[in-house]
């Protein structure tokens, strides 16, 4: 049944292929559209502007867990080989909606500060189009 309301956080995460990454503190999705700008003799001097090039990125954090299926390990090695990676934000909830695309591994970072657990961020960036879908059973 798909989720109704304000959606708890704790259920929107970030996959790899069908494989959730592991132990993540956050996720996020960002889309962006730069814009092409028209200024002529004509427009008073007023700048008028038009749809350009559309983009978006997921990016998340993760307590950095050694032995994880979905972890720094895998993500370091699609990083290297530039791998381009499918990739999902979605609650997995039957009816809700998810949001999907090929994307190329950005940035993949771990930190380690004194008596605190590990942690590792990353980011992905899109490879044309982002596609919305209802989760089905």
Do not use: P
């Amino acid at each position: 049944m798909a989720s109704t309301g304000i959606i708890n956080a704790t259920l929107l995460a970030i996959y790899v292929g069908s494989t959730k990454i592991d132990v993540q503190t956050s996720a996020s999705l960002s889309l962006s559209q730069s814009t092409r700008k028209s200024l002529n003799k004509d427009s008073a001097g007023w700048e008028s502007n038009f749809a350009g090039a559309k983009s978006w990125e997921l990016s998340g954090d993760a307590e950095f867990e050694i032995d994880a299926t979905e972890g720094y390990s895998a993500l370091f090695a699609a990083l290297i080989a530039g791998t381009q990676v499918a990739v999902k934000i979605s609650t997995a909830v039957t009816g809700d909606k998810e949001y999907s695309g090929a994307a190329q591994i950005t940035k993949l970072d771990m930190s380690a500060g004194v008596e605190e657990n590990a942690t590792i961020s990353y980011s992905f960036t899109g490879s044309g189009a982002l596609a919305e879908a209802t989760i089905s059973a």
